[in-house]
T-cell receptor, first 113, second 113 residues
Framework: AQSVTQLGSHVSVSEGALVLLRCNYS??????LFWYVQYPNQGLQLLLK??????LVKGINGFEAEFKKSETSFHLTKPSAHMSDAAEYFC???????????FGSGTRLQVQP | NAGVMQNPRHLVRRRGQEARLRCSPM?????VYWYRQLPEEGLKFMVY????????ESGMPKERFSAEFPKEGPSILRIQQVVRGDSAAYFC???????????FGAGTRLSVL
């Protein structure tokens, strides 16, 4: 069975600082990995996805994530935080043969002025 | 091109009543997924349907919950005899095919009094 662990339920950064949101997964087979963002009272929006092509994946809004098989990680980064990045971020995994996504518990990002 | 539409956005029910949540997938999408998000938690998969068929209901509670996706009309998640523990946000996602990206609706927030 696959699972996702997001370290840090709350992360606070200053505007302009580096954003690093951590995600580790466990899966017995090569996974597909996703990052979604959820703004208050809205649905989830896909930021980026890894599907076994390039290990460094670029997404929308300046976010990117690197797949590291040896560390079973898929951390999300952004060089410079904007106030508009304040939201909840979810890492998710899907394994071949299953259609359901398994989500982490989420990380709430606060951006301080 | 409208996204995934869910209604109602907010639903209040008293214990013992029935709740019906509706989901209209994106145009051209024939795969629908339902997820539940409890407060301060990530999304948990409930059920995956294609037109007129339930493909995977491994995440559905065994009692009181049912889902359908008829040939015509939206997908319906039905909760009979609601209890306070059913209070949550219920998200629907749709995809064009089984391996395609899932796009999420804005969710229905169910409150059980």
């Amino acid at each position: 069975a696959q699972s996702v662990t997001q370290l840090g339920s709350h992360v606070s950064v200053s505007e302009g600082a580096l954003v690093l949101l951590r995600c580790n997964y466990s899966s017995s087979v090569p996974p597909y990995l996703f990052w979604y963002v959820q703004y208050p009272n809205q649905g989830l929006q896909l930021l980026l996805k890894y599907t076994s092509a390039a290990t460094l994946v670029k997404g929308i809004n300046g976010f990117e994530a690197e797949f590291k098989k040896s560390e079973t990680s898929f951390h999300l980064t952004k060089p410079s935080a904007h106030m508009s990045d304040a939201a909840e971020y979810f890492c998710a995994v899907r394994v071949s043969g299953r259609r359901a996504l398994t989500f982490g518990s989420g990380t709430r990002l606060q951006v301080q002025p | 091109n409208a996204g995934v539409m869910q209604n109602p956005r907010h639903l209040v029910r008293r214990r013992g009543q029935e709740a019906r949540l509706r989901c209209s997938p994106m145009k051209g999408h024939s795969h629908v997924y339902w997820y539940r998000q409890l407060p301060e938690e990530g999304l948990k998969f409930m059920v995956y349907l294609q037109k007129e068929n339930i493909i995977d209901e491994s995440g559905m509670p065994k009692e009181r919950f049912s889902a359908e996706f008829p040939k015509e009309g939206p997908s319906i998640l039905r909760i009979q005899q609601v209890v306070r523990g059913d209070s949550a946000a219920y998200f629907c996602a749709s995809s064009r095919g089984a391996k395609n990206i899932q796009y999420f609706g804005a969710g229905t927030r169910l409150s059980v009094l």
